[in-house]
């Protein structure tokens, strides 16, 4: 896997984050600098550790199951990728809490899905420091995006940055999947 591919895999899991820092940006009436680096800060470090925490108990079974890692990162992807999309569709509501709890509460809701994609990183030859620092960054920046287009836009993005992360997850299980039967 390249690091074109998981940087287009961080665009991806980064969408969940995006649309909650759409929504953070959305309950301030006046945005500052703390707010929008509180959201880069919090979703990038979490979406960035927890595909390490997935590799690293990945890993421990990656010889067990070698033969189907295609099909178990397509299952993973296609799943994560279906439950984004179903999400976009739900109801949420923001509020403008930037405490430590919370924020550490939504990063954490945001990233589960990047732990699946650590267990299917454990499948394939990658050096997974880099890996997690890409989307680290990407994460980072596309939060302090969102957080800025929420409050000058309003949640007219929201809903469609969440399926564009959900397909680019199903695509990249299906491109995953095809490699691995070919």
Known sequence: MSYFEIFIIGIGLSMDAFAV???????????KLKHILLCGLYFGIFQGLMPFIGYTLGSQFSSLIDRYDHWIAFILLVFIGVNMIKESFEEE???NDFSVKEMTLLAIATSIDALSVGVTFSFFDIHIIPACLLITLTTFVISMVGVVIGNIFGNRYEQRAEIFGGCILI???????IGGLL
């Open 93 to 95: 509501h923001s509020n």
């Open 171 to 177: 695509l990249i299980g299906l491109r995953l999947l």
């Open 21 to 31: 820092s759409i929504g953070k940006g959305l309950s301030v009436s006046k945005l």
